[in-house]
């Protein structure tokens, strides 16, 4: 008679739990950034392009901080590298208070590439320790469970972009500032960074706390090999291994396009409403928060659907829906192209852990560093929202969505691969 194994093992709970609002605290800093690009745009009479810089500084910082995570996680533990993201974390948001008294939009960039980094070591070291917490063939589904929270915290994080800092722009586009005296743009400008400054320092207090929770569990030693020793450290070696494996190197590929295609569906969908319906930037962001709730059920739904279909499948069904909805969407700028803008979150919902679990499968002593490729691939988000930003700024809106159409076939290529490939997912 076969015993059950567990989902996660007992002494591994609390730790779990745990985590579980890591996952949904980096959800609240990612989405309540995606607003930030409209709004930067607005308070400094600035192109979409330029204000796209906001994605480039805070996913360009997850490239940069990924490796000295990994050497973090494997010189020390996974809890010192959670430890560490969420202090760094806590700076960088702190950081926004002197940014919005500097008045400068570069202070701010600062700022969100200084959260950012700190966000990059804990995901970096978040990812494979649940993956850790119990026997390895339940470890993509688990890694599911703990991310199907993260669109908790994005929903909240858009709620709050919505509540604290869209409706507190004045209504004054940059033709009308050009007309304004020096002094009567700062007192306007003043008021509305304050607005974007408060909710990250509240932010910055929740952080503080989930850090102070960690710090004082017990955390026991995880019991799969997919935590090695410390040992004698060959990088030249490991990084030749890991481009060996082409399950892994294709998922760094995929992720890579996987998170661009995120991050550009839901950085410009206020954009889009906005050229679709009208209205303000705050009557448009209810479309966002929309998108964050399929993503948030979607998710759910689909850990438990991956009980009885292949992983893999479903996300090559999913990536080619997402690129048909991206089609739609150009072509009828309407209510209806509002529509699918958020049907695609449902899309999006499986994709980064399921090709996270099965890039990071059978990487044994290997996987801390290759967890840290995977989150470089995050590079991504920061990239190809540059291009979709100069696509808006000389076409329009609807038109860019080209880019995460095209984002979403490297995804679904990806996992076409898996599926006709002869290793169990």
Same mark, same amino acid.
């Given at each position: 008679?076969?015993?059950?194994?567990?989902?996660?093992?007992?002494?591994?709970?609390?730790?779990? @739990?745990?985590? +579980?609002?890591?996952?949904?605290?980096?959800? =609240?800093?990612?989405?309540?950034?995606?607003? %930030?690009?409209?709004?930067?745009?607005?308070?400094?009479?600035?192109?979409?392009?330029?204000?796209?810089?906001?994605?480039?500084?805070?996913?360009?910082?997850?490239?940069?901080?990924?490796?000295?995570?990994?050497?973090?996680?494997?010189?020390?533990?996974? &809890?010192?590298?959670?430890?560490?993201?969420?202090? $760094?974390?806590? +700076?960088?948001?702190?950081?926004?208070?002197?940014?919005?008294?500097?008045?400068?939009?570069?202070?701010?960039?600062?700022?969100?590439?200084?959260?950012?980094?700190?966000?990059? @070591? %804990?995901?970096?070291?978040?990812?494979?320790?649940?993956?850790?917490?119990?026997?390895?063939?339940?470890?993509?589904?688990?890694?599911? %469970?703990?991310?199907?929270?993260?669109?908790?915290?994005?929903?909240?994080?858009?709620?709050?972009?919505?509540? !604290?800092?869209?409706?507190?722009?004045? +209504?004054?586009?940059?033709?009308?500032?050009?007309?304004?005296?020096?002094?009567?743009?700062?007192?306007?400008?003043?008021?509305?960074?304050?607005?974007?400054?408060?909710?990250?320092?509240?932010?910055?207090?929740?952080?503080? $706390?989930?850090?102070?929770?960690?710090?004082?569990? &017990?955390?026991?030693?995880?019991?799969?090999?997919?935590?090695?020793?410390?040992?004698?450290?060959?990088?030249?070696?490991?990084?030749?291994? !890991?481009?060996?494996?082409?399950?892994?190197?294709?998922?760094?590929?995929?992720?890579?396009?996987?998170?661009?295609?995120?991050?550009?569906?839901?950085?410009?969908? @206020? /954009?889009?409403?906005?050229?679709?319906?009208?209205?303000?930037?705050?009557?448009?962001? @209810?479309?966002? /928060?929309?998108?964050?709730?399929?993503? $948030?059920?979607?998710?759910?739904?689909?850990?438990?659907?991956?009980?009885?279909?292949?992983?893999?499948?479903?996300?090559?069904?999913?990536?080619?829906?997402?690129?048909?909805?991206?089609?739609?969407?150009?072509?009828?700028?309407?209510?209806?192209?509002?529509?699918?803008?958020?049907?695609?979150?449902?899309?999006?919902?499986?994709?980064?852990?399921?090709?996270?679990?099965?890039?990071? &499968?059978?990487?044994?002593?290997?996987?801390?560093?290759?967890?840290?490729?995977? =989150?470089?691939?995050?590079?991504?988000?920061?990239?190809?929202?540059?291009?979709?930003?100069? !696509?808006?700024? #000389?076409?329009?809106?609807?038109?860019?969505?080209?880019?995460?159409?095209?984002?979403? %076939? =490297?995804?679904?290529?990806?996992?076409?691969?898996? #599926?006709?490939? &002869?290793?169990?997912?």
């Amino acid at each position: 008679m076969s015993v059950k194994k567990p989902f996660v093992y007992p002494e591994m709970r609390l730790v779990f @739990i745990l985590l +579980i609002t890591c996952f949904a605290a980096w959800g =609240v800093a990612a989405n309540m950034t995606d607003p %930030l690009v409209k709004v930067f745009s607005q308070i400094f009479a600035m192109s979409t392009l330029q204000s796209a810089l906001v994605q480039f500084a805070y996913y360009g910082a997850y490239f940069c901080l990924a490796i000295p995570a990994a050497f973090i996680n494997r010189r020390y533990s996974y &809890k010192t590298g959670v430890l560490c993201g969420l202090g $760094l974390a806590v +700076i960088g948001a702190l950081a926004f208070y002197p940014a919005s008294l500097a008045m400068n939009y570069h202070y701010f960039l600062a700022a969100l590439f200084i959260l950012a980094s700190g966000l990059s @070591i %804990l995901e970096t070291s978040a990812n494979p320790f649940v993956m850790a917490m119990g026997p390895l063939e339940n470890a993509t589904r688990r890694l599911n %469970l703990a991310q199907a929270f993260n669109p908790v915290g994005t929903n909240l994080g858009v709620f709050l972009a919505a509540t !604290l800092i869209l409706p507190n722009l004045h +209504i004054a586009e940059a033709a009308d500032r050009a007309l304004m005296t020096v002094e009567e743009l700062k007192l306007v400008q003043a008021a509305e960074l304050k607005a974007v400054m408060l909710p990250y320092v509240s932010m910055a207090a929740a952080l503080l $706390l989930i850090w102070l929770m960690i710090l004082f569990s &017990k955390v026991p030693k995880p019991r799969e090999a997919v935590v090695s020793s410390i040992g004698e450290l060959h990088f030249a070696q490991i990084f030749k291994r !890991l481009m060996a494996n082409t399950h892994y190197r294709f998922g760094v590929i995929a992720q890579f396009f996987n998170v661009a295609a995120q991050v550009c569906v839901w950085t410009f969908t @206020i /954009q889009y409403v906005q050229q679709a319906m009208g209205g303000t930037a705050a009557d448009a962001s @209810i479309y966002l /928060q929309y998108s964050l709730l399929v993503f $948030l059920v979607s998710r759910f739904a689909m850990t438990w659907l991956m009980g009885y279909v292949r992983p893999t499948v479903l996300m090559t069904i999913l990536a080619l829906t997402g690129s048909a909805l991206c089609l739609f969407a150009m072509l009828s700028p309407t209510i209806s192209g509002v529509w699918a803008i958020v049907s695609i979150s449902a899309c999006l919902s499986l994709m980064f852990p399921t090709i996270y679990g099965v890039a990071l &499968k059978g990487l044994g002593e290997d996987t801390k560093f290759g967890a840290a490729g995977l =989150v470089m691939a995050i590079l991504g988000g920061a990239i190809m929202p540059l291009f979709q930003g100069a !696509l808006i700024d #000389v076409f329009n809106t609807a038109i860019s969505y080209i880019v995460p159409a095209a984002c979403f %076939l =490297v995804v679904a290529a990806y996992g076409y691969f898996d #599926v006709r490939s &002869k290793r169990a997912c």
